[in-house]
């Protein structure tokens, strides 16, 4: 089936459903979601949270729906995911294909309804005790649309972390809708740091998301995007009480790249901290996206949000995209926010060359040295060096043809 | 000592040089011998510092006119890097603090760098350090200059003493030192005088730029070219100092 999602645009319900091939009986989940589908439309250039991204021309295309046929998956050392089907699992792990039960129903992004319905079904991965595990995703289809969604739990009173990167082959003009269902268990914490390196033309993606942060846990989610092309990852974020989420995102943008960060966290429970903190390095023609809101509802007393964007252009044609916000329904709390865009400072370059060090090399250290507070809260020594090695790789890459 | 008096390692050649739209260095002439120390000497703002950004290729000064030779090739139009790793080193007046960017990893990047360029095999992390420790040791500088950032919150005396530090692992052959006894205590000015002192081996050279004599106690200077209103209007050896110090710059003539 080829499908352009534009063609969803100001359609009721009943005729989306038919558009998507999407027989009567529907369990409850999907009815729901096609409920709010219809509801919120297809996002344009005018929806609020796809403001900055090209979100059009992306849902103008024709594609190729992939749907994926689940096979058994082998035994390995990470669970791997390509084009949708879970083909290497880690011994003894739980991640199996399950209905997803659990939507939320109050969610802004009309794409996270749209990939629910697309998927067939969802991706369930149970992470027992204080996992860490290696999540690969990864793409060989050209042209293809792929939806496809994880739902994520993890266990009271433990500490689990994934780390997540995606892995491409030469393929060209497709799009992924992604994202988590994510269930973060009572006095837990789950770390998801991720790292998605893209080359220009490959795919796009939009990363729909949802975490619940329940009462006594904390949430820790780093992401690393790095190099070109379109992709956009909106993030929706439920405080329980005494809960606490910290959010940090790395952008290094080449090309006409435009990607980033679209969040809105909701303090819902009393006592419930965020700290949210971007930093981006821009390149090229490339353009960064950092639109975040943090809403303190009336219930939230007591609590501490903080939220900071600091961006660096490398190039006159790169532009940042920030945007800030906290909507606060109570003076019970401490927050903050604020976002900076400057350029690499001259002297500081100079002063390396001056000692023998290239004007790319000075430029690269000055640029790590920007990232290496975001790079370096990844305390794993090897993912550290890892995300640093894609970040040098990216950078480089946009360094080509680098004129002075 | 060579008797050859041809033999110059810079040649600095009726320079005209621009910050911005003003005129600063206006026909500038000055040779530098190998094995020799050179005191620039000159009022504030007689363009000392603008004659060691010439001589870098700092990005704020424009040569309008002019050349310099290095070794006998016109360098005006290298890069900044290049200038340094054939040889030229500076030791800022105002050293820059870059946060972020640790001091042993700079050092190590700038140091494998100029082997790099000269074919020999780099240095490894703990060869580089053992190297750097001793240094560190000879300044009586702190070992956590090894981990802290570059110059970030560095007092005065540790900026400079980090300077001498780079000059001396770099091992340039021009050192060209603009006011570094600026703002030394004594112990400071010693150390930093005996790391500059230790490398002088006959073959390299100095310009060591100062308004104030005092450094010249402790390393003595050859020659003494006093710089007025962008040109140097008087070369003469080190008796010219204590004429210098009686009189001032204004009884100077050409
Ligand atoms: N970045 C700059 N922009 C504008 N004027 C400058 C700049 N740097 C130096 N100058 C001017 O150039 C002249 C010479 O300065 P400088 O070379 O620093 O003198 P010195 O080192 O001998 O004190 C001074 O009049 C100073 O004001
Ligand atoms: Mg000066």
């Known amino acids: 089936m080829t499908l352009t999602i534009n063609n969803l645009k100001k359609k009721s319900k009943d005729?989306?459903?038919?558009?998507?091939?999407?027989?009567?009986?529907?369990?409850?989940?999907?009815?729901?979601?096609?409920?709010?589908?219809?509801?919120?439309?297809?996002?344009?250039k005018k929806s609020e949270e796809y403001r900055y991204f090209d979100v059009e021309s992306l849902l103008d295309k024709s594609y190729e729906v992939h749907l994926h046929v689940p096979k058994e998956p082998?035994?390995?050392?990470?669970?791997?995911?390509?084009?949708?089907?879970?083909?290497?699992?880690?011994?003894?792990?739980?991640?199996y294909y399950d209905q997803c039960d659990?939507?939320?129903?109050?969610?802004?992004?009309?794409?996270?309804?749209?990939?629910?319905?697309?998927?067939?079904?969802?991706?369930?991965?149970?992470?027992?005790?204080?996992?860490?595990?290696?999540?690969?995703?990864?793409?060989?289809?050209?042209?293809?649309?792929?939806?496809?969604?994880?739902?994520?739990?993890?266990?009271?009173?433990?500490?689990?972390?994934?780390?997540?990167?995606?892995?491409?082959?030469?393929?060209?003009?497709?799009?992924?809708?992604?994202?988590?269902?994510?269930?973060?268990?009572?006095?837990?914490?789950?770390?998801?740091?991720?790292?998605?390196?893209?080359?220009?033309?490959?795919?796009?993606?939009?990363?729909?998301?949802?975490?619940?942060?329940?009462?006594?846990?904390?949430?820790?989610?780093?992401t690393f995007d790095l190099g070109g092309d379109h992709a956009l990852q909106l993030l929706k974020v439920d405080l329980g009480t005494y809960s606490h989420i910290d959010a940090g995102h790395l952008l290094y943008l080449n090309h006409q790249a435009k990607r980033g960060t679209v969040s809105k966290i909701n303090h819902i429970g009393e006592h419930s901290t965020s700290q949210q903190e971007a930093k981006n390095i821009l390149d090229g023609n490339a353009r960064g996206i950092f639109d975040a809101l943090i809403k303190v509802e009336h219930s939230a007393k007591w609590t501490k949000a903080h939220q900071n964007s600091k961006a660096i252009l490398l190039h006159e044609d790169a532009y940042m995209a920030a945007k800030p916000q906290l909507e606060i329904y109570i003076d019970e709390l401490e927050a903050s926010h604020g976002a900076t865009t400057g350029q690499l400072d001259r002297k500081q370059i100079f002063y390396l060359q001056s000692r023998g060090i290239s004007y790319v090399e000075a430029r690269k250290m000055l640029v790590i040295a920007f990232a290496n507070t975001l790079i370096e809260t990844v305390k794993d020594t090897r993912h550290q060096e890892r995300i640093q090695k894609a970040f040098e790789k990216a950078f480089y890459a946009g360094h080509k043809e680098l004129k002075r | 000592?060579?008797?050859?008096?041809?033999?110059?390692?810079?040649?600095?050649?009726?320079?005209?040089?621009?910050?911005?739209?003003?005129?600063?260095?206006?026909?500038?002439?000055?040779?530098?011998?190998?094995?020799?120390?050179?005191?620039?000497?000159?009022?504030?703002?007689?363009?000392?510092?603008?004659?060691?950004?010439?001589?870098?290729?700092?990005?704020?000064?424009?040569?309008s006119g002019g050349d310099i030779i290095y070794k006998g090739k016109s360098i005006k139009d290298w890069e900044p890097e290049e200038r340094a790793l054939e040889g030229i080193f500076l030791s800022f007046q105002h050293p820059v603090e870059i946060p972020g960017v640790n001091n042993a990893y700079f050092l190590r990047t700038a140091v494998n760098a100029k082997r790099k360029h000269e074919g020999k095999e780099e240095l490894n992390a703990a060869e580089f350090l053992r190297e750097m420790k001793k240094y560190l040791e000879l300044l009586g500088m702190k070992s956590d200059m090894i981990s802290r950032s570059l110059n970030e919150g560095f007092s005065g005396g540790e900026k400079k003493r980090n300077e001498i530090l780079q000059m001396m692992m770099l091992e340039p052959d021009v050192i060209i030192l603009?006011?570094?006894?600026?703002?030394?205590?004594?112990?400071?000015?010693?150390?930093?005088?005996?790391?500059?002192?230790?490398?002088?081996?006959?073959?390299?050279?100095?310009?060591?730029?100062?308004?104030?004599?005092?450094?010249?106690?402790?390393?003595?200077?050859?020659?003494?070219?006093?710089?007025k209103d962008g040109k140097v209007i008087k070369t003469a050896g080190p008796e010219l100092v204590a004429q210098l110090e009686e009189h001032g710059y204004d009884a100077i003539e050409e």
């Not at chain 1, 459903?17 to 344009?44: F, N, V, Y």
């Not at chain 1, 082998?74 to 991640?95: Q, S």
């Not at chain 1, 802004?108 to 990939?115: K, V």
């Not at chain 2, 810079?10 to 739209?21: P, R, S």
């Open chain 1, 15 to 44: 005729e989306i459903a038919q558009m998507l091939g999407l027989t009567d009986d529907l369990p409850p989940s999907k009815e729901a979601a096609l409920e709010r589908l219809a509801e919120l439309g297809i996002p344009t």
């Open chain 1, 74 to 95: 082998k035994i390995g050392e990470k669970i791997v995911i390509e084009n949708g089907v879970i083909i290497e699992v880690p011994k003894g792990m739980r991640v």
């Open chain 1, 102 to 222: 659990a939507l939320d129903l109050t969610h802004y992004d009309p794409i996270y309804y749209l990939s629910h319905l697309l998927a067939p079904h969802v991706i369930k991965i149970d992470l027992d005790g204080d996992a860490e595990v290696e999540l690969v995703h990864r793409y060989t289809h050209s042209g293809a649309l792929l939806p496809y969604r994880i739902v994520l739990f993890n266990q009271e009173n433990r500490h689990a972390t994934v780390y997540e990167t995606f892995e491409t082959e030469e393929i060209s003009e497709s799009l992924i809708l992604y994202g988590y269902d994510m269930h973060i268990a009572k006095d837990s914490t789950l770390r998801l740091i991720k790292t998605q390196s893209m080359d220009e033309n490959r795919y796009a993606m939009i990363s729909s998301n949802r975490i619940k942060v329940n009462d006594h846990a904390n949430a820790i989610i780093k």
């Open chain 2, 1 to 63: 000592m060579s008797n050859n008096k041809n033999e110059k390692v810079l040649e600095i050649k009726d320079v005209h040089a621009k910050i911005g739209n003003k005129e600063i260095l206006k026909g500038l002439s000055l040779d530098l011998e190998p094995g020799k120390v050179h005191a620039i000497m000159g009022p504030n703002g007689a363009g000392k510092s603008t004659l060691s950004k010439t001589i870098v290729g700092h990005y704020d000064v424009e040569m």
């Open chain 2, 178 to 227: 603009d006011e570094i006894d600026s703002g030394l205590d004594i112990d400071a000015l010693r150390a930093v005088s005996e790391g500059i002192n230790r490398m002088k081996d006959g073959k390299r050279s100095f310009l060591v730029i100062t308004h104030y004599s005092r450094i010249l106690d402790y390393i003595e200077p050859d020659y003494i070219h006093v710089l």
